[in-house]
């Protein structure tokens, strides 16, 4: 391979840079010239938005800064490429591009949306007999890939939310002869629970956990959701629910649309959802009389680098290498994926697979992993994503406060 | 000094029990017998809900997780004592308890509120001829007790606060080509704006900071601050604003009263603010078309033990430490003040002050430190906080997860 290009796609998260990092490493050690990134993904791309990472990685400090960079480095967008047969013009732009810059392989880090633009830009190739090679990388806080064991990203947040939960709790407990106090906390994951569910691993020797996680895959009653936190009110003064923000009540709406707020729909037809926590924070307040406090995790859970998990870093780093060394084997139109073996310990190992199965699919918590009577994560649940937060990679500090890598 | 007895009262914060650290430190160094702690501050102690700290402190491993547990580890109140002449029953009973343990010192970890129950108990025991002494260790996030320098709680809180912001302004400027994205900032601070005014410290070498800062200091007209929002969405893609809970429309009225939450008022008639942020946020978006996003810090900025300023640990353990010191002299009725040295670099120490001058007074941000123009803080306030926030006392991770001490 002669040049390569690398873009970030959809919703940051705390490792998003670990893989244009990897992608970068292998690539130079396989001898790639010049190893460019797009600027604001694949909607930068088409308009030449194009930066040389030799000119920001080519010392070992800022590639260990890169590592420690929250959000996208490159800049990210939630373009979605039109179908082939609806506008020629866009892939004959892209191709253009490529051959003018000598570029033979293509790397997308992203999410489900994301694997899409692999998955068209593969196929046009090969329909059109371009001699480019398309690959795509696993990134996103949801975790809601399919094939791959998890997610790049999602370690990170979990160990966010879990850490923060753990101040949380001692925090709501703080005051003991008030009457109870109800602290809901919203986490993001739209139609997956996997984020909500990692608020199971807030529990530990030093921590009496949440009282309850509702996901978007069990069923949510508001009465029954109501009722639960006044019987729990009657023997604990400090109640902590993790709730996700993709909750909905039986008649199929979301919980914040209960409320009065304004819904925005983004490019990709999804609804952006807020102000779920609180809403059901104003239910329990005006139904029960209990004081109530909303806290929404949001962008926070997927920016905090501060707190990342290192095993997450090391895998978003190898998930980009994987990538680069089976494009350079010939491999096109795939998606890196995450096996995982647990018979000594936790091991993890990076593998290629099909991006046709793996666009557009979602996958969900298996629901014999949730514990629907206690509202809480079963055993099951705890095994999987207690290996992905371990390990830590402290931030390079200076005056105070963490170091990033920023683009010129 | 027999026995003494330390309280914690208030809002937590991420240090505040390095201050019952330190307490506990001088204590044992001084051959105090035995070093109690009333859990929920005053309100506990009436109930005798007293434990020995011995049980807890007694080996250097969980003296360590003290200093990094975040919340009230002894549990707080905000019970506020009534006046002598109107229930002198409340202060017999007290002075009782105190006897009974033999107690000869008692310490209260607290801000305004907690100096005023300082205040009127060593008052009592003049008035009464009782030989217990009583002493202050300031404690608040909002920095807002006079006379001393600042107060031990700021310094952890600006640095989560700058740290945060600086991931959020990165999450924030991701997307490039779609239209502006305005994120608005809600931090706490009912009256002054000592913790909104850390968010210009996320400006460094590798982040470009807020765009505006809005204090409760200042003035606030509505729409001029929407006509400000949509001057900058003219020339940037990312636009962050960090607003204070306590920011008031020019007739007087909380923003967050602009929408139609139920307002609450805790025991002090302080009014229970929240969503100060999500409101303008509203109001920007139905007015301008632009896309918002509201985030509120809510506890996370005083339960982030996790990210806590070394400086802010040591000071808050050198006051708990210094009013032992005191009490030990026969010092009573008065607040352990930290004292600043730029002369040399930053230097601070403890010395004592008058609780009747400290107790119910407020200090504010000096209108002279604010860039009202500019909507930022000048560089007299970047050189007053920059010391406050330096250094990392790095948690103790088990198992993925920052370790605490709790109570059994």
Known sequence: MKNIIVGQSGGPTAV???SVAGVYKKAKE??????YGMVYGIEGFLNENIIDLDDYLNNDENYELLKRTPS??????RYKLPKIEDNKEVYEKIFEILDKYEIDA????GGNDSMDTIKMLSDYAKENNKKQVFMGVPKTIDNDLPITDHCPGYGSSAKYIATSLKEVIRDNASFGVVKPTVCIVEIMGRHAGWLAAAAALAKDDTCEGVDAIYLPESKFDLDEFVASVEELAKTKHSIVIAV?????????KFVCELSNEHIAVDAFGHKQLSGCGQTLANIVATRTGLKTRAIEYSTLQRAATHIASLTDINEAEMVGMKAVE???NGKTGMMVIITRDDSNGYTSSADTYDIHDIANVEKKIPLEWIDEENKQMKEEFIKYAKPLIQGELAPIFKDGLPVHLIRK
């Open 16 to 18: 998003i840079n670990s």
């Open 30 to 35: 396989l001898g790639v010239e010049r190893v």
């Open 72 to 77: 996208a480095f490159l800049g990210s967008c």
């Open 106 to 109: 293509l790397f997308y880090i």
């Open 244 to 252: 996700s923000e993709g909750v909905k009540t039986s008649d199929g």
């Open 326 to 328: 089976e494009a350079n």
